[in-house]
């Protein structure tokens, strides 16, 4: 489905809930936030999906558009959401009853919903948001402060190589809507807490460098939490420090979980596609950024994702 054809379909339907993936990104709350509103605007009845598990970087992004508790939606809709196990506690119950539409630009699409529009060119799913928010009518403030928060930080403030010149024209059109952009790229991409900065030091010291330096891996148990004083609202975009490091082309961050499993990061800039390297473990995204979970500990997790980087690299 085009996103032109997207935007006639949520013309068509009413009582919508949208839902976020689980450890959600300003990405998938910024594309909710900004839907929600430009369904309402339509006359819609629109909320998001409860229990989204932000940080306190995206709750002021959520207020008035989370779904009450007696709410009986019609329609669901899915934003950057590629798969099933994605889904938040809440949202799981969702995917049981069917989505009717998901939204997302991931190429690890799993196709779970009836209709699905995807573009996996974009370098964010709020330039897609944006596009069928663009068809339904204007972009309002409203709409625009939330898309910008999905497009900036997916891309890392602009400086990821997913990066476009079409995102920068999404940027620029949302600048134009009259939103403090540098107020956002303040609080999103110039302010770190007291821990973070502990946490980052702590990684400096810990992390571990393969193949000449090429490779850095950081394992974050929950003991250096601990110990940095940090909590898991001080770890926001962890995964994008070590590729900070000169000399760095793939970069992984393993954190530990509860109940036995760790989240990996894979960041790729040197040719590395970590799509296929996290695919290897049940995970997906992009070809220079992507993730997945396993069971273990972190020395266990940091083996198997080794032993993926090079089965792919092997490869070419």
């Known amino acids: 489905m085009t996103y032109q054809e997207a935007a006639a379909w949520l013309r068509q339907h009413d009582r919508y809930l949208i839902l976020t993936h689980k450890r959600p990104d300003g990405d998938t709350i910024g594309c909710a936030a900004a839907l929600c509103a430009g369904l309402r605007r339509l006359g819609k009845t629109a909320h998001i999906c409860p229990g989204t598990g932000e940080t306190h970087l995206f709750t002021p992004y959520l207020e008035g558009y989370l779904a009450p508790e007696d709410y009986e939606a019609e329609t669901v809709v899915s934003t950057d959401i590629a798969a099933r196990s994605l889904f938040t506690r809440e949202g799981e119950r969702w995917l049981e009853r069917g989505i009717d539409l998901a939204i997302d630009h991931h190429p690890s699409q799993e196709f779970f919903a009836r209709e699905t529009c995807l573009d996996a060119g974009r370098a964010a799913c709020g330039e897609l948001i944006y596009d069928i928010l663009r068809e339904l009518g204007e972009i309002t403030p409203e709409m625009a402060v939330p898309l910008y928060v999905a497009v900036s930080t997916d891309t890392g403030c602009f400086q990821y190589g997913n990066t476009t010149a079409d995102t920068h024209r999404v940027a620029a059109a949302l600048m134009e809507t009259g939103i403090d952009v540098f107020a956002l790229n303040k609080r999103h991409f110039r302010t770190k807490s007291w821990a973070r900065l502990q946490v980052e030091r702590l990684i400096v010291e810990r992390m571990h460098r393969y193949k000449e330096g090429r490779i850095a891996v950081a394992l974050i148990s929950r003991s250096l939490l601990d110990e940095a004083g940090a909590t898991e609202e001080d770890l926001e975009d962890i995964a994008a420090f070590l590729g900070q490091i000169e000399g760095v082309e ?67």
């Open 250 to 316: 793939t970069s992984v961050t393993i954190r530990e979980q509860e109940g036995g499993t760790c989240k990996l990061s894979v960041r790729t800039s040197g040719g590395l596609n970590a799509t296929k390297v996290c695919a290897l473990l049940g995970g997906g995204g992009h070809a220079a950024a992507a993730g997945c979970t396993v069971s273990g500990t972190l020395e266990e997790a940091e083996k198997a994702i080794l032993d993926a980087i090079g089965q792919v690299a092997s490869h070419g």
